[in-house]
């Protein structure tokens, strides 16, 4: 116990203060002794670190030194420097932390950050205001930075905790003016979300838990913070897959998904969203260089999700789809249904020896049917989403068609039509038009020239062009079999 003025000799100054904490957190094994006791003391005498050399010879009371014993001990015993001091800065804010929510950190400071400068690009065309989600919020961190920097932004902020809302709500009352425009919510994920959001949010961010059960976490983490708010699932992933599936439908077309994530998971979650129909998957870094979120945007040209639907139904039922695509509009059959795909050859009298490609939603769909070594997964990391067809071994048996043992497959641009296909399975994706014949560009005449009626037609036009670049990829060399709209360059 330390003493102070009054019951010692000699009179106990903030810097004896400070040095005597240092020395029994360096003795209980605390690593970053120094920056714990300058804090503790800052905290209980109200120096700050910019005055401590003015203010070091100053006394200290014994209601100072009741409260930094009471704060040391606490640290002394392991628990996280900021849930003593109880209170932690991000970003422009000093928020009130404690066992209730997560400690801020400066990698969400980053995944904020992203979402605050897409919000500030929007801000100029935002003619009623954003509309904003931050789901799992904690200690309101994420979503009160954004109310904080974005003047134009309404927040709904939602968490499954009660204790960590109840944290949230505190902070909220210390935001002043700008705490009009947050709203708090309980609930698991969207079903917090109030309703009429739905299709409307510009911007849905999250950190959520990401950590894998078997994860090595640090003691500190382990024992002190909450744990619902680490473990993501079985594997860390399963409320990241949550996020990015369910999240595409509360975004308004062009509205953007900003998610934090762990540096191994980063590609992992790119490649999911291209599947899922995002556009513009992006992987940024913190501070330390490390992958640690990832963005992507519901694309602005979405087709209805009720056409969508219908689409998906026909596919189901082994019924034909017409669907413009990012080159000529498409006739797509579900691949694992042989008698679907013999109708589209009769549909397009199309000869049996000719192969069609099939479409994939990504990466992922592509490995399930064919052979994919690192030349073909490099061209595919730099040109899919896009019009390159990849011409590799197939995985299960010949061609039921035709019988190759050879499979052209093709990630389309389009992000309703890679959701389309990631809720359906692949398709094959040939153009929509009889044999030798051009194809029109709108997705109903092209469906008019049809030999067969189709199931559905999805509207809408297709931009023509150049069609997809093959690339056989089956052999030591790759070769261009057709030069179309992506350029490549084989040795």
């Given at each position: 116990m330390i003493q102070p003025e009054s019951e010692s000799d000699e009179i106990l100054t903030v810097g004896q203060l400070r040095d005597e904490i240092a020395e029994q957190l360096l003795t209980a094994g605390i690593e970053d002794y120094e920056i714990s006791a300058r804090r503790i003391v800052e905290e209980a005498t109200g120096v700050g670190f910019d005055l401590h050399l003015l203010e070091d010879k100053k006394p200290v009371t014994q209601r100072v030194v009741s409260r930094v014993d009471a704060m040391s001990q606490r640290r002394a015993s392991g628990e996280p420097l900021q849930y003593v001091i109880g209170s932690w800065g991000f970003r422009q804010l000093d928020l009130a932390v404690d066992s209730r929510a997560l400690i801020p950190r400066p990698e969400t400071e980053v995944v904020a950050g992203f979402g605050i400068d897409v919000l500030q690009q929007m801000s100029d065309s935002a003619e009623s205001g954003l509309l904003v989600a931050d789901l799992g919020t904690g200690s309101g961190a994420i979503a009160l930075s954004i109310a904080q920097e974005v003047p134009q932004a309404r927040v709904c902020a939602t968490d499954i905790s009660e204790e960590a809302l109840a944290l949230a709500r505190s902070n909220l009352a210390g935001l002043g003016t700008n705490a009009a425009r947050v709203s708090l919510h309980h609930g698991d994920w969207f079903a917090a979300l109030p309703t009429e959001a739905f299709g409307k949010l510009d911007l849905l961010i999250s950190n959520p838990p990401y950590i894998s059960p078997d994860d090595d976490l640090p003691k500190v983490v382990k024992d002190w913070e909450p744990q619902t708010a680490l473990i993501g699932g079985k594997d860390g992933f399963v409320y990241l897959d949550t996020l990015v599936q369910q999240g595409r439908n509360w975004l308004r077309p062009g509205g953007w998904l900003v998610l934090e994530c762990g540096s191994n998971q980063?590609?992992?979650?790119?490649?999911?969203?291209?599947?899922?129909?995002?556009?513009?998957?992006?992987?940024?870094?913190?501070?330390?260089?490390?992958?640690?979120?990832?963005?992507?945007?519901?694309?602005?040209?979405?087709?209805?999700?009720?056409?969508?639907?219908?689409?998906?139904?026909?596919?189901?039922?082994?019924?034909?789809?017409?669907?413009?695509?990012?080159?000529?509009?498409?006739?797509?059959?579900?691949?694992?249904?042989?008698?679907?795909?013999?109708?589209?050859?009769?549909?397009?009298?199309?000869?049996?020896?000719?192969?069609?490609?099939?479409?994939?939603?990504?990466?992922?769909?592509?490995?399930?049917?064919?052979?994919?070594?690192?030349?073909?997964?490099?061209?595919?990391?730099?040109?899919?989403?896009?019009?390159?067809?990849?011409?590799?071994?197939?995985?299960?048996?010949?061609?039921?068609?035709?019988?190759?043992?050879?499979?052209?497959?093709?990630?389309?641009?389009?992000?309703?039509?890679?959701?389309?296909?990631?809720?359906?399975?692949?398709?094959?994706?040939?153009?929509?038009?009889?044999?030798?014949?051009?194809?029109?560009?709108?997705?109903?005449?092209?469906?008019?020239?049809?030999a067969v009626e189709v199931g559905h037609v999805i509207e809408g036009t297709s931009q023509g062009g150049l069609a997809s670049t093959v690339l056989d990829a089956t052999g030591d060399s790759l070769i261009v079999l057709r030069e179309g709209a992506v350029d490549i360059k084989c040795d």
């Open positions: 980063a590609q992992r979650l790119c490649e999911l969203a291209i599947s899922r129909g995002y556009d513009a998957p992006k992987i940024g870094h913190d501070l330390s260089g490390a992958q640690r979120l990832v963005t992507a945007r519901r694309p602005i040209d979405d087709v209805d999700q009720s056409d969508l639907e219908a689409g998906r139904d026909a596919l189901q039922r082994g019924a034909l789809v017409v669907a413009p695509t990012d080159t000529l509009p498409g006739l797509l059959a579900k691949y694992d249904d042989t008698a679907a795909v013999e109708a589209s050859y009769e549909a397009k009298q199309r000869p049996r020896n000719q192969p069609v490609p099939v479409l994939v939603s990504g990466l992922a769909q592509a490995e399930q049917l064919v052979q994919l070594d690192q030349r073909a997964r490099s061209l595919i990391g730099e040109h899919w989403p896009g019009a390159l067809t990849i011409v590799a071994k197939r995985l299960h048996g010949d061609d039921p068609i035709h019988g190759g043992d050879t499979l052209g497959v093709r990630c389309p641009n389009p992000g309703w039509l890679r959701l389309l296909i990631d809720q359906s399975g692949p398709v094959t994706g040939s153009s929509a038009n009889l044999h030798g014949v051009d194809t029109m560009l709108n997705a109903h005449d092209a469906a008019a020239t049809l």
